[in-house]
């Protein structure tokens, strides 16, 4: 959730395609300055995501400069491990 703005971007991208899109309920860290989770929400939230991962078709990672972090690798081992392709937008400083 570094990256907002190419979340949004992606969702419109996506949308307009006609796909439904699953993403995040909110950007913990370009907005942890409004909210941060605590563990147990962190938790949660990643559960959450896996379920959103289970009624997806495919995933779509958002891969700015090469960066992927620790429970986006987590989802992509899921995603992977209960078949669901995945797919990367790779971007260097949000340009694709």
């Known amino acids: ?3 907002k703005e190419e979340f949004i971007d992606a969702n419109f991208r996506e949308t307009m395609k006609g ?3 699953l993403t995040v309920g909110w950007f913990s860290h370009t907005d942890a300055i409004t909210y ?13 995501h896996k379920r959103k991962i289970d009624l997806a078709d495919e995933v779509l990672v958002i891969n700015i400069g090469g960066y992927i972090g620790e429970s986006t690798r987590s989802e992509i081992n899921y995603a992977e491990a209960h078949g669901k392709p ?8 949000g340009e694709e």
């Open 19 to 21: 796909n439904i899109v």
């Open 36 to 48: 941060y989770p605590t563990v147990e929400e962190k938790t949660m939230l990643d559960e959450l």
């Open 1 to 3: 959730t570094r990256f």
């Open 86 to 93: 995945v797919f990367y937008q790779e971007a260097i400083n």
